[in-house]
């Protein structure tokens, strides 16, 4: 007789007797660090074959399995023993689950690849550390204690949710130990939290051409300004075809873009203080998150598009917001607009890379460092010193957004200064 899942896998491992225990702890941590769960039978074979266990199995073997998971294994794990029947012969299931990776066993850490139990290279025990729950931004404190969410609460507001300001950080999910997490410092009013989008000559990071940063705000406020900076940049080229005929192409596909930034800042590994970023090169936009792919997710489950949230505190905020869905389409979006090649996985990141569908006039760069559009704005600012935004898009010809963006740049580049207020005051050009 067999049992009904006659398989050794990266959840289930059989041993013919008892005195593999030691053998089958091991395997039982390894499943524990790649999928958080795991069962070992005892008195089975490798092909799933029922031999049953001799010798005297009582109440007394089940305390002694357990006292040695006690002793062997760190951090320590409340296992699941019972004794099963078929037909004349008794077998014992070991079964655990737990979050507080990386576990060890004998003072060694393994994890499960297949049927076997792999060592884990000292360099990635730390990833493995960053995946396990303890270390979660909900879990860690944050080091700055001093936090407010006006920003946040007023885009619940605006989506129209309540915001019930007596339990609001409880609501959240924003306190650990009565203190605020690392999840509530990436949401707050004021943080640490710096996203920068670069811009280069060329093809790759030879010569930058600007670096513009949105952060040390509530993390969806900056991936809201991130995301429209990029949108400003989604220039048109019409072509006229066959007579008459005109044909519209986009810089690059705007959703694939969203998609991918919104996976990017999900998805990064937080707690390495090392957000995503956004680099923008003359033939493609590449965006960068910290962390790769977590131990216990394959790149087939990756490519299929299963969801496997890194965040799951950020990611139920930013599916409150309707930001986000659980669904994990976001993947399979950019695998069909750009295939799998869009997609750059290591170790410590995933590079997300969008080609340009030709060559944009944002490369054009004047010897004074300006673009054509950064020239085209401040030529109206010369003509009419006191325009508002509003009054500068309507010069120019250019949506309000995007003259915005040309603005913060020219402060940046400290080629204008405003002087007063946005009504009533006026622009000053710095030679």
């Not at 995946?131 to 080091?143: D, G, R, T, Y």
């Not at 489950?301 to 139920?316: A, C, D, E, T, W």
């Amino acid at each position: 007789m067999k049992l009904n899942h006659p398989y050794e896998d990266e959840k289930q491992e059989f041993k013919t007797s008892l005195g593999q225990l030691d053998n089958g702890i091991d395997s039982l941590v390894a499943m524990l660090n790649k999928h958080c769960e795991g069962t070992i039978y005892f008195g089975v074979a490798n092909d799933g074959e029922v031999l049953g266990l001799t010798g005297q199995i009582g109440e007394e073997t089940i305390k002694k399995i357990s006292n040695r998971i006690s002793l062997i294994v760190k951090p320590s794990i409340v296992p699941e023993i019972s004794f099963q029947r078929y037909e004349d012969k008794t077998i014992i299931k070991l079964f655990a689950k737990g979050n507080n990776r990386p576990y060890s066993s004998n003072g060694a850490y393994r994890i499960r690849v297949g049927s076997e139990n792999k060592q884990i290279d000292p360099d990635l025990l730390a990833d493995l550390f960053f995946s396990s729950q303890a270390a979660s931004i909900e879990n860690l404190e944050a080091f700055n204690q001093n936090l407010s969410f006006n920003q946040l609460k007023q885009m619940l507001i605006n989506k129209g949710l309540t915001v019930n300001e007596s339990n609001f950080n409880e609501n959240m999910h924003f306190l650990v130990n009565g203190k605020f997490n690392y999840l509530a410092n990436l949401l707050a009013d004021e943080n640490d939290i710096s996203i920068k989008v670069v811009r280069f000559e060329g093809l790759d990071k030879q010569k930058m051409i600007s670096r513009n940063e949105y952060g040390f705000k509530c993390l969806l406020v900056s991936m809201k300004q991130a995301s429209d900076y990029i949108a400003s940049l989604n220039e048109t080229r019409v072509d006229i075809e066959s007579g008459l005929e005109r044909k519209e192409t986009r810089l690059f596909d705007q959703h694939v873009f969203e998609e991918a930034w919104t996976n990017a800042c999900l998805h990064n590994k937080w707690i390495r203080n090392v957000p995503p970023a956004i680099y923008i090169y003359d033939n493609r936009i590449e965006i960068i998150s910290t962390g790769g792919l977590p131990f216990d997710y394959s790149e087939e489950s990756f490519y299929k598009g299963i969801s496997h949230p890194v965040n799951p505190g950020l990611q139920r905020i930013m599916g409150q917001l309707g930001l986000v869905e659980q669904t994990g389409h976001g993947n399979l979006i950019i695998v069909a607009k750009y295939g799998k090649e869009a997609f750059n996985i290591g170790e410590n990141y995933i590079n997300v890379t969008i080609p340009f569908a030709f060559v944009p006039t944002m490369k054009a760069i004047n010897s004074d460092g300006l673009l054509p559009y950064h020239k085209k704005v401040l030529d109206a600012i010369k003509s009419r010193p006191t325009a508002t935004i509003k009054e500068l898009s309507e010069l120019v010809g250019l949506g309000t957004t995007r003259v915005g963006v040309i603005i913060n740049e020219l402060k940046e580049m400290n080629k204008i200064e405003r002087i007063g207020a946005k009504k009533g005051g006026y622009w000053v050009i710095k030679e």
